[in-house]
């Protein structure tokens, strides 16, 4: 009789557990997803996607279907201060011009990966489910005990549960945790009926940045035409209670009189705000015998350039190339401890492979989340940059464009494992 075959369990069927339950799958692995939302209600989710994580979808052989999905290259990078255009950078910031930053449905994305990875056969899909507990035996994680009671054994858990990873707390792994000065106000524009706009958008597909007296907020058209916002505030400060009229007369009083115009005919539309809390955290530790962390589980990131798609998706691929030759064959020369040395050493090398990365990425945000806040809270810098635009804003964008170079392609290139 030959050895069992392998079964890894995931819990969170975001991009990095969706993506990772693919790749195993395709390789012939068995995989159980778990994952607790019922559908794809993932409405206030990223949709950026950088060149470091399209680099991984390519290597995902996942570029082909993304383009069948609602998706947008962005046009450039709009930055506004106190209603004057400082600069503005065009996509793909001297990059490759086959791969600008795209923005693309998260849903839509997801339920192709899902619906690819069940063709294969190898998946068992189970949600909306609920993992609460891990087994542990003998020191290792052996699987993981469900909502309902039932529990799911497995050769490895890999927990990609989000950035409040109840398995990561399981496990015993501390997250570290930069301070967060702030929280995001979300709003949407175009309400439940797009057909109340009021004509063309003046971004012309920009991801726009506009600082001023009011405070700092970003808006830009999604990748299936609506138009979302998001305003910065201090996270000690209550949400402002505004009516809609209030908010677009807020956001109209620090814009270009075209985006003005335009706004304070958008106040039928507007939706939010949903208050987002931003945390930031690397874990301690990224794996345990039997148990593995990845994505937002193990480092929640900042939004300053939308790293966590990216991140995700760039985890899940290096894990794969880790993890596909321990599990698609159970080595029968061994005996099941020393097979599971050789799981354990893949887990331990996956984290090596992924951790300077995040830890780079996430003190390049934090630079840039620095430099945002000495202009939000610092009128006369406003003041003087408004004024000089016209002189210094093309230095200013040059020197911003080749500051985005790592938060844009990551820092390591994506190979397949020899
Ligand atoms: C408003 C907003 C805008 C963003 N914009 C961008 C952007 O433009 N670009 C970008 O790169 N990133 C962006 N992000 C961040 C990005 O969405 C996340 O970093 C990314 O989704 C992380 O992927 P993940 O797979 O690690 O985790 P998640 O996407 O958080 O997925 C975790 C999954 O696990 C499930 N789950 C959780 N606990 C359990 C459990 N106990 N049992 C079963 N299932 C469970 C959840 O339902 C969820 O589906 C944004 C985030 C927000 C909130």
């Not at 009011?214 to 609506?226: P, R, T």
């Not at 209550?238 to 807020?250: C, D, L, M, N």
């Not at 050789?342 to 331990?348: C, I, M, V």
């Not at 780079?360 to 430099?371: C, K, P, S």
């Amino acid at each position: 009789m030959g050895a069992p075959a392998s079964r890894v369990v995931i819990v969170g069927a975001g991009p990095a557990g969706a993506t990772l339950a693919l790749l195993l799958c395709r390789a012939g692995i068995g995989v159980t997803l778990v994952e607790s939302n019922s559908g794809q209600r993932r409405c206030f989710r990223g949709e950026a996607l950088m060149p470091s994580g399209l680099a991984a979808l390519e290597q995902m052989a996942l570029l082909p279907q993304l383009k069948a999905l609602p998706h947008r290259p962005l046009a450039g990078w709009r930055f506004v201060v106190n209603g004057r255009e400082l600069f503005t950078a065009a996509e793909p910031l001297g990059g490759d011009p086959q791969r600008p930053c795209t923005l693309v449905s998260q849903p839509a994305f997801l339920d192709v990966v899902l619906r690819q990875a069940l063709a294969t056969n190898h998946l068992e899909l189970l949600a909306p489910t609920t993992a609460k507990q891990l087994i542990w035996q003998a020191g290792r994680i052996s699987g993981v005990v469900l909502g309902d009671g039932r529990r799911l054994a497995a050769d490895a858990v890999v927990a990609c549960d989000g950035r409040s990873s109840r398995l990561r707390q399981e496990a015993g792994i501390s997250l570290s945790t930069g301070s967060s000065p702030i929280d995001v106000l979300w709003f949407d524009l175009d309400g439940p009926d797009p057909g109340t706009r009021p004509g063309p958008c003046p971004l012309q597909g920009h991801f726009t940045t506009l600082v001023g007296h009011q405070g700092v907020f970003s808006l830009f058209e999604s990748a299936n035409g609506g138009i979302q916002l998001g305003w910065v505030l201090d996270a000690t400060q209550p949400t402002p209670q505004r009516s809609p009229q209030e908010w677009i007369a807020s956001f109209a009083s620090q814009c270009p009189p075209d985006l003005a115009n335009w706004l304070n005919q958008s106040a039928a539309g507007l939706q939010g705000p949903t208050r987002l809390s931003v945390q930031v955290g690397l874990a301690e530790s990224w794996w345990k015998p039997g148990f593995l962390l990845l994505g937002d589980a193990a480092h929640p990131m900042g939004p300053v350039r939308a790293q966590g798609i990216n991140m995700a998706l760039r985890d899940a691929w290096v894990a794969s190339q880790h993890l596909i030759p321990v599990f698609q064959t159970v080595k029968q020369s061994l005996n099941p401890p020393q097979n599971q040395l050789l799981q354990d050493s893949a887990l331990a090398a996956i984290e090596q492979a992924r951790r300077s990365e995040i830890q780079t990425l996430q003190t390049l945000q934090a630079q840039e989340a620095q430099r945002g806040e000495q202009l939000r809270h610092n009128a006369l810098l406003r003041c003087a940059l408004a004024v000089s635009a016209p002189w210094v804003g093309g230095a200013l964008g040059h020197h911003w464009s080749q500051l985005q170079k790592p938060l844009r392609e990551g820092l390591a290139t994506l190979l397949p494992a020899p």
